[in-house]
């Protein structure tokens, strides 16, 4: 089955350690995202690729990163953890931007100790 | 600043009966409505949508209605069934800002024997 795969499905990581949350689809969709969130809160779309052109949200710290190295893997880096990022990690996919459906991966949800 | 809001952290309804699950959103550029539903572990999926040039798309068991004058949309789920039990998410998107969905904090929902 066609899908949207995320690993691993948690992680823990120390205050400060650099961590990176994996994405990859077999759908062949054009266009990932990733989504912060927080327990009890919306999704929250920190940044999306589109083929290999990255769009960030204005409000996405730069403490995160992403990397998209071909059509199927995207990558999102945390450089330096803080406890305020512990959240649920959301990937999702779309064949193009506007108003495709949107494909989203089971999370990871992050622990930062 | 909650552009779109769900009000209602849960419900409990019975089996057979109507679920009606509310949204608010305060952003007049939202010009199409989506509704996600999330089960526990796994990532929300696609549910039904509707555009703004309409005030009501059915699917099956879902209804979405709308009223812009209001800025206020509901799901209507008929009747009920133990497997609609999941987390409700309602998202809108201004088709002009590339797809980029901004979601609420969820309704739980819960429907009983």
């Known amino acids: 089955d066609a899908m949207v795969i995320q690993n691993p499905r948690y992680q823990v990581t120390q205050f400060g350690k650099p961590v990176t949350l994996s994405c990859s689809q077999t759908?062949?969709?054009?266009?990932m995202y990733w989504y912060q969130q927080k327990s009890s809160q919306a999704p929250k779309l920190l940044f999306h690729?589109?083929?290999?052109?990255?769009?960030n949200e204005a409000d996405t710290p730069d403490n995160f990163q992403s990397r998209r190295p071909n059509t199927s893997f995207c990558f999102l880096d945390i450089r330096s953890p803080g406890l305020g990022d512990a959240a649920m990690y959301l990937c999702?996919?779309?064949?193009?931007?506007?108003?495709?459906?949107?494909?989203f991966g089971p999370g990871t949800r992050l622990t930062v100790t | 600043d909650q552009q779109v809001k769900q009000n209602s952290p849960s419900l409990s309804v019975q089996e057979g009966r109507i679920s009606i699950l509310n949204c608010d959103y305060t952003n007049s550029m939202f010009d199409y409505f989506l509704w996600y539903k999330k089960y526990p572990a796994e990532g929300p999926t696609f549910l039904i949508s509707i555009s703004s040039i309409k005030d009501k798309n059915e699917d099956g068991r879902f209804t979405v209605f709308l009223n812009k004058s209001a800025k206020h949309l509901s799901l209507h789920i008929v009747p009920s069934q133990p497997g609609d039990s999941a987390v409700y998410f309602c998202?809108?998107?201004?088709?002009?800002?590339?797809?980029?969905?901004?979601f609420g904090t969820g309704t739980r929902l819960q429907v009983t024997l």
């Open positions: 999702a996919t779309s064949a193009d931007r506007g108003l495709d459906e949107q494909y």
């Open positions: 998202a809108a998107v201004s088709t002009g800002t590339a797809s980029k969905l901004t």
């Open positions: 759908l062949n969709h054009n266009v």
């Open positions: 690729y589109y083929d290999k052109d990255f769009n």
